[in-house]
C-alpha cells in the first residue's frame, strides 16, 4: 500500500497566517492526491482534487499543488472557520490511503 | 441533489455483526462507486473499499477483508456494509462517499455511523 506521510501533525495559528502543510507519497501518484477538511463532528469536505484543483465552491485561500511524491496544500489567509483538521488522500491506485491529518489550533 | 443517508447509530456485543446502510438518492445509483471510510474517535481516515452497484463489483482494503462485506440493492438505491465478528477495534465513525463528477475526489459524503462494540 502507498503511505502518505503527511507533516506537520498540528499547527498553532493565527487568523491571517498563512497555512502550510505537507504530504509525502511512498511512491509516485501522479497528480492524484486530493485534500480533505473535517471540523468536529462533520464529515470530511472535498477541497482540493488531482493535486491542484479547487472543488466548486472552494474559497480561493485554498490552494494545493506538486505531482510524483510531494505535496503541499496552503491557506493562504486563515480564517477562524478554518480550523480543523486536514487529510490528504492519495487516490492513484487501490487501496486508497490517507495521510494522518494536520489538525489546526489557535494560538 | 447528490444525498448519501446512513442509518444510525449502533450498540453491539462482540462477536456479532451490524449492517450498516447508505441511501442514495439525486443521481443514478448504478453509475457511481460507493467508497466506505473508517474513523475511530479522534483518529484519522482509513479507507475501507468500494462497491460498485452497476455490477455489483467489489474491492477490500486487505485490513478489512473478511471483517466488510459490501453489498447494493439498486431497487431502493442503498449501499450496505455488514461488519463481522465485531471486536472493540470496531468501534468507529463509518463513512460512506462519492466521487464527484469529472474528479477523482470523494465530494459527497454521507453523515456517518457510529458502531459501539460493548459487552
Known amino acids: 500500500d502507498i503511505v502518505m506521510t503527511q507533516s506537520p501533525t498540528s499547527m498553532s495559528i493565527s487568523v491571517g497566517d498563512r497555512v502550510t502543510m505537507n504530504c509525502k507519497a511512498s511512491q509516485n501518484v501522479g497528480s492524484n492526491v486530493d485534500w480533505y477538511q473535517q471540523k468536529t463532528g462533520q464529515s470530511p469536505k472535498l477541497l482540493i482534487y488531482k493535486a491542484s484543483n479547487r472543488y466548486t465552491g472552494v474559497p480561493d485561500r485554498f490552494t494545493g499543488s506538486g505531482s510524483g511524491t510531494d505535496f503541499t496544500f496552503t491557506i493562504s489567509n486563515m480564517q477562524a472557520e478554518d480550523l480543523a483538521v486536514y487529510y490528504c488522500?492519495?487516490?492513484?491506485?487501490?487501496?486508497?490511503?490517507f495521510g494522518a491529518g494536520t489538525k489546526l489550533e489557535l494560538k | 441533489q447528490v444525498q448519501l443517508q446512513q442509518s444510525g447509530a449502533e450498540l453491539a456485543k462482540p462477536g456479532t455483526s451490524v449492517k450498516l446502510s447508505c441511501k442514495a438518492s439525486?443521481?443514478?445509483?448504478?453509475?457511481?462507486?460507493i467508497y466506505w471510510v473508517k474513523q475511530r474517535p479522534g483518529q484519522g481516515l482509513e479507507w475501507i473499499g468500494y462497491?460498485?452497484?452497476?455490477?455489483?463489483?467489489?474491492y477490500y482494503s486487505e485490513k478489512f477483508k473478511g471483517k466488510a462485506t459490501f453489498t447494493a440493492d439498486t431497487s431502493s438505491s442503498t449501499a450496505y456494509m455488514l461488519l463481522g465478528s465485531l471486536t472493540p477495534e470496531d468501534s468507529a465513525y463509518y463513512f460512506c462517499?462519492?466521487?464527484?463528477?469529472?474528479?477523482?475526489?470523494?465530494?459527497?459524503w454521507g453523515q456517518g455511523t457510529l458502531v459501539t462494540v460493548s459487552s
Open positions: 462497491i460498485y452497484p452497476g455490477n455489483g463489483g467489489t
Open positions: 488522500m492519495q487516490s492513484n491506485s487501490y487501496p486508497y490511503t
Open positions: 462517499a462519492r466521487r464527484g463528477v469529472g474528479t477523482l475526489g470523494f465530494a459527497y
Open positions: 439525486g443521481y443514478t445509483f448504478t453509475s457511481y462507486y
